[in-house]
């Protein structure tokens, strides 16, 4: 089976969770028998992460804007790759480039599914170009495909506001590598990135409005201000907008001198991070399915989330709390947890074994394998 993935960003530390779907969902297709190839911009694609991609082609268009991620227009590329394709996956929304893609999947009669791994909802910028994309292209992409995939629960709600029948919602969530976080070096991690020897609370996204950054940074200067508990507070993520203002409340509230700005963080240096935290804390204002969530439970580290991250099994599990998106609610989850003590590495194992036996890739590879063969079969 040919399969062709398409997602305009590919980058770890720009793409985010989506960009990390793409990849390990590919790589687990390709170990699978299917011959996958990846359509992406070439922001950030390098040798590390075509070697990463193993047995999937990844083809990478010269992006020509990257404000609005507009790919130079590779008319004969992207009209073969459609062509040889069987099944054509478009990942995210908002994009030029599922907007390339789809115009020969409909000229060559491709069939084709959509993911938009939680980018629906308009949140943020370009609010007004958004609602125009959606009304000239947007829905009708939707519209048109074979399935829509959901990530989460909570997705699906999202989707059927398109208009989409539920029979036309497939569920596959988000996924794991549990062997990528198996790696722990606490002093090591310490050492380079300048944090001194206390308990920390882990932040790790973009630093942008949508995660919620700014929300954790008001609720652990409450938490530190009442002096009840030594940690400090370690944000690890590119900076996406919000720097300077986190910045400027660190120093307003006191806790210049608590909170840690050390950028992206990858590879090892991601498992060695989540070892070293006592906790992880997702404070997003909207998320469809935190893959962070995964990572932190295949390092077994408990979590504190917002109930917009997709993932309130959380709390059902005993994994961590699960608390609504305002500093006043993370606050109380923060002091929650804080006041097991030693207890919530429990919680952390409780997380560790829910991951591993529902949140592996392999898992969701399978369930993409039986959706492709489903639609093929019925194309045929």
Not at 327 to 340: F, H, N, Q, V
Request: hydrophobic share 45%; proline share 4%.
């Amino acid at each position: 089976m040919k399969i062709l993935n398409v997602n305009n960003i590919l980058d770890p530390v720009s793409g985010g969770g989506t960009a990390e779907r793409t990849l390990q969902v590919s790589r687990a297709l390709a170990s699978m028998g299917a011959d996958c190839t990846i359509l992406t911009l070439d922001i950030g694609v390098n040798g590390d992460l075509r070697n990463k991609a193993g047995s999937v082609r990844v083809v990478a268009l010269p992006c020509r804007l990257e404000r609005y991620f507009l790919p130079s227009l590779s008319w004969n590329t992207i009209s073969e790759l459609v062509r040889h394709a069987d099944v054509v996956q478009l990942m995210n929304h908002w994009t030029v480039l599922n907007g390339i893609v789809f115009r020969y999947l409909r000229q060559l009669g491709k069939p084709y599914i959509i993911c938009p791994a939680g980018s629906i909802p308009i949140f943020g910028r370009s609010r007004t170009l958004k609602s125009i994309y959606d009304c000239v292209l947007g829905r009708k992409i939707i519209r048109h495909a074979k399935k829509v995939i959901a990530i989460s629960r909570k997705e699906v709600d999202d989707i059927a506001c398109y208009g989409v029948e539920p029979g036309m919602i497939t569920l596959i969530p988000n996924g794991v590598d549990g062997s990528e976080y198996v790696a722990a070096d606490d002093v090591g991690f310490r050492k380079k990135y300048r944090i001194p020897d206390v308990p920390f609370l882990l932040f790790m996204g973009r630093l942008n409005a949508i995660k919620g950054p700014d929300l954790l940074l008001e609720a652990f200067a409450r938490v530190a201000g009442e002096g009840r508990f030594p940690h400090h507070l370690v944000f690890a993520g590119p900076d996406a907008g919000m720097m300077s203002l986190l910045r400027h409340l660190t120093v307003n509230a006191g806790v210049a001198d608590r909170v840690h700005f050390i950028g992206y963080v990858g590879g090892i240096d991601k498992s060695h991070a989540l070892h070293a935290a006592d906790m992880l804390v997702i404070p997003s204002r909207q998320e469809a399915m935190s893959i962070v969530v995964l990572e932190a439970g295949a390092a077994g580290l408990p979590v504190v989330i917002t109930d917009q991250c997709g993932f309130d099994d959380i709390s059902v599990i005993g994994g961590g709390v699960v608390v609504q998106a305002t500093s006043d609610a993370i606050y109380s989850g923060l002091m929650e947890m804080l006041g097991k003590g030693a207890a919530i590495r429990g919680m952390g194992e409780n997380l560790r074994h829910y991951v591993a036996e529902r949140f592996m890739w392999d898992s969701a590879a399978r369930l993409y394998m039986e959706l492709f063969s489903s639609i093929l079969n019925r194309d045929s």
